[in-house]
Nanobody, 115 residues
């Protein structure tokens, strides 16, 4: 069974930075796409950034200029560097991957930004 494991969340003050990590139990080359989503309390899950295989990264408007998604193929890992965090970024952040027609999800990591 393929697993995605996120880490790197935490509590940070407004304007601070965090780097989220998502490690897969198999090569990320096998995924059609890898993405970061987030879900704030009482809100729907929303896409933050998406990295399709062989394509350019798409960012949500809220993430442009502040968040950067990257990958380390040798480590089966994708990252999301988040800078200038704001209280509205507070959410559980999930890593997701498309393996064929199957959507895989990690367990999520909490990011809390205090004002």
């Amino acid at each position: 069974q393929v697993q995605l494991v996120e880490s790197g969340g935490g509590l940070v003050q407004s304007g601070g930075s965090l780097r989220l990590t998502c490690t897969a139990s198999r090569s990320i080359f096998s995924f059609k796409a890898v993405a970061w989503y987030r879900q704030a309390p009482g809100k729907e899950r929303e896409l933050v950034a998406k990295m399709p295989a062989g394509g350019s990264i798409d960012y949500a408007d809220s993430a442009k200029g502040r968040f950067t998604m990257s990958r380390d193929i040798a480590k089966n890992t994708v990252y999301m560097q988040m800078n200038n965090l704001q209280p509205e970024d507070t959410a559980v952040y999930f890593c997701a991957a498309a393996l064929g027609s199957v959507a895989l999800w990690g367990q999520g990591t909490q990011v809390t930004v205090s004002s």
